[in-house]
């Protein structure tokens, strides 16, 4: 990744609420971050913590209750869905569920198709069959499967034909939103490796949201860890997963199987309880009732993301800058700076 490339999506203080009163989800609470043209940046947390709905915000399939999503400089959080219309070629989402997002009456020359009509690309019938070939040429199925319904598809093939769909418009910017949870095993290799190669050939900017850390670490050049709607950790993949500094981050990395036991660490950190409800989200940092190392202070005030090393943002004030270490009395130097926060950096 080239470290002077610009942001290409900006996101600033945003919230997403679902419901009214006294008690609204809070589904993605206050996030700041930025993603760099050519960039995969991974986002993980447990189920729950906001990652599909920060997925739909940034390309508007949801609207944002507060803050600001820039495109290219542009804010797209409070535009109409008719000023949104000719962006919506420019940012695409690929689904968790494939067979779910295929129109099961609709042969694949027609989902494909679809997507071409709507922003007026490929014109002419000649031109229509050759660049849906070209597509699913693209993602190693036949032209001639053109023909065919979802249902004739194994659930590999069903999420290719979902990444076409998502690539008809020639998109700069791809949400790609769990595309492997709902696959068999064996075949999420093989949609990792086409998501790897279409990345490299076409200069494609993703948000890769997963839970499998494994595949996180491949494909992506910074990771964010999100905690019940609020941003724990920000870093190069390679440093997060070599120095993680969050007791949250360290305790999805311990999570995570070992295929070699003498390999497993001891007295790893895990997690105990379950997420509480984005409806009533503890005070302070949200981590506090389940963190090993809270105290008292953590409740008072919601800790800001801090750079505790170069490109490297932490939301817990109890890590030293220096060491990485957790330190008793939660003093250290890191600096808050938010548009430092919102450049981001790559590995």
């Not at 993980?44 to 913590?49: I, K, L, N, Y």
């Not at 609709?106 to 050759?130: F, P, S, Y």
């Not at 920000?234 to 070699?260: K, M, N």
């Not at 949200?286 to 008292?296: G, L, N, S, W």
Request: with cysteine.
């Amino acid at each position: 990744m080239n470290g002077e490339a610009p942001p290409l999506i900006e996101v600033r203080g945003l919230r997403k609420y679902f419901g009214s009163g006294n008690a609204p989800i809070r589904a993605v609470d206050g996030v700041s971050f930025a993603i760099r043209e050519g960039e995969t940046l991974g986002l993980v947390g447990e189920s729950g913590s906001g990652k599909s709905t920060i997925g739909r915000l940034l390309i508007r399939l949801v609207d944002p209750t507060d803050g600001e999503i820039r495109l290219q400089g542009r804010d797209i959080a409070r535009i109409s869905q008719r000023q949104m219309r000719p962006l919506r070629s420019r940012m695409q989402i690929i689904f968790q569920d494939p067979y779910a997002s295929l129109n099961p009456r609709m042969r694949i020359r027609q989902i494909l198709g679809e997507a071409l009509d709507t922003h007026g690309l490929a014109k002419g019938k000649a031109r229509r069959q050759a660049r849906i070939a070209e597509l699913l040429d693209l993602v190693g199925l036949s032209p001639e499967y053109a023909e065919r319904y979802p249902h004739e598809f194994s659930g590999g093939q069903r999420q290719r034909i979902g990444v076409a769909r998502a690539l008809a418009v020639e998109p700069g910017f791809i949400v790609a939103d769990e595309p492997l949870s709902a696959l068999d095993v064996s075949i999420q290799a093989q949609v990792v490796n086409l998501l790897s190669d279409l990345k490299e050939r076409l200069g494609l900017t993703m948000l890769f949201i997963s839970h499998d850390l494994d595949v996180i670490e491949f494909l992506c050049d910074r990771v964010i860890v999100l905690y019940l709607g609020r941003i724990m950790e920000i870093a190069p993949t390679g440093i997060l997963y070599r120095q993680p500094r969050h007791p949250y981050t360290r305790a999805l990395l311990a999570a995570s199987p070992t295929p070699d036991p003498t390999q497993r660490p001891e007295n790893r950190p895990l997690l105990a309880g379950d997420i509480p409800s984005p409806a009533d989200p503890p005070s302070g940092c949200v981590f506090r009732t389940r963190c090993p190392r809270a105290q008292p202070a953590c409740g008072e005030t919601i800790p800001p993301l801090t750079e505790v090393a170069p490109d490297h943002w932490n939301a817990c004030p109890r890590v030293s800058e220096d060491s990485g270490q957790m330190t008793e009395d939660g003093k250290g130097g890191a600096r808050d700076d938010f548009d430092t926060i919102t450049q981001g950096t790559s590995s």
